[in-house]
């Protein structure tokens, strides 16, 4: 698996080598080796966990595989492997404490007790960030499974569209709080792959997250599309 694309993408193959063995008939990298060779957007996607995984350092790398591969031949007929895709999106969080000149970053193994995907120092103070990876709506899948992948558009999305998706981050962020625990700068990183994608839908993402934000919780977010990121990181007060 992968030994035709191991000298693009080493440490893809080399997570995809160790997930070879995984039980059950549905093994992400399969399709992945093919669709990159095809697919502008599962390339660009190579890209980015090509870059990312080369950017962690040996133990971290250690622990996301450890976290990764249990979800690796886990799909649901609706949202595929949902489950490997947000834990592949921690490195997200180890890239944004890299980028804040942070030392000691690591992921953080699960426990019993809440806490962050990702910690690390800066000087003296700690830093702390949970990844939250927030997938397509119902509705929207609903939708694809009808009229296909077309873009969904405003007039599409029911009436109370705006009350649910703000109602969603409450939830996502009242976890993410409690994840966070204690710290200097506690960050909570939102993964979204929204179901309308315009600049109008951004702003209004923009004001639903500024009304749900937790006091001394500082909230950032892109948007992604089915497997590439599409926009900066975008933060939301702090």
Same mark, same amino acid.
């Given at each position: 698996?992968?030994?035709?694309?191991?000298?693009?993408?080493?440490?893809?193959?080399?997570?995809?080598?160790?997930?070879?063995?995984?039980?059950?008939?549905?093994?992400?990298?399969?399709?992945?080796?093919?669709?990159?060779?095809?697919?502008?957007?599962?390339?660009?996607?190579?890209?980015?966990?090509?870059?990312?995984?080369?950017?962690?350092?040996?133990?971290?790398?250690?622990?996301?595989?450890?976290?990764?591969?249990?979800?690796?031949?886990?799909?649901?007929?609706?949202?595929?492997?949902?489950?490997?895709?947000?834990?592949?999106?921690?490195?997200?969080?180890? &890239?944004? %404490? @890299?980028?804040? *000149?942070?030392?000691?970053?690591?992921? /953080?193994? $699960?426990?019993?007790?809440?806490?962050?995907?990702?910690?690390?120092?800066?000087?003296?103070?700690?830093?702390?960030?949970?990844?939250?990876?927030?997938?397509?709506?119902?509705?929207?899948?609903?939708?694809?499974?009808?009229?296909?992948?077309?873009?969904?558009?405003?007039?599409?999305?029911?009436?109370?569209?705006?009350?649910?998706?703000?109602?969603?981050?409450?939830?996502?962020?009242?976890?993410?709080?409690?994840?966070?625990?204690?710290?200097?700068?506690?960050?909570?990183?939102?993964?979204?792959?929204?179901?309308?994608?315009?600049?109008?839908?951004?702003?209004?993402?923009? &004001?639903? %997250? @500024?009304?749900? *934000?937790?006091?001394?919780?500082?909230? /950032?977010? $892109?948007?992604?599309?089915?497997?590439?990121?599409?926009?900066?990181?975008?933060?939301?007060?702090?």
């Amino acid at each position: 698996m992968w030994e035709r694309l191991s000298d693009q993408f080493p440490r893809i193959s080399e997570l995809a080598s160790e997930a070879k063995n995984q039980p059950g008939n549905e093994n992400y990298f399969w399709g992945l080796e093919d669709d990159v060779q095809t697919v502008s957007g599962a390339r660009d996607y190579c890209v980015w966990l090509e870059g990312a995984l080369s950017g962690l350092d040996d133990s971290a790398r250690k622990v996301l595989k450890r976290k990764a591969l249990p979800y690796v031949a886990k799909s649901s007929p609706t949202r595929g492997w949902a489950q490997l895709i947000s834990v592949l999106n921690e490195t997200k969080g180890y &890239e944004l %404490l @890299h980028r804040l *000149r942070c030392s000691d970053i690591s992921f /953080v193994d $699960e426990d019993k007790l809440p806490t962050p995907d990702v910690r690390g120092r800066c000087g003296t103070k700690l830093f702390h960030v949970e990844v939250k990876t927030i997938q397509k709506s119902d509705f929207s899948i609903s939708h694809e499974q009808v009229f296909g992948n077309g873009p969904l558009h405003f007039h599409d999305v029911p009436d109370d569209y705006d009350a649910r998706i703000r109602e969603k981050l409450s939830r996502v962020l009242t976890d993410a709080d409690v994840q966070l625990g204690v710290a200097d700068r506690r960050i909570a990183l939102l993964v979204i792959q929204p179901d309308v994608r315009t600049a109008e839908h951004a702003s209004r993402l923009v &004001e639903s %997250l @500024h009304a749900v *934000r937790r006091p001394q919780q500082e909230v /950032v977010f $892109e948007l992604f599309g089915s497997q590439s990121s599409l926009t900066p990181r975008i933060p939301v007060g702090g």
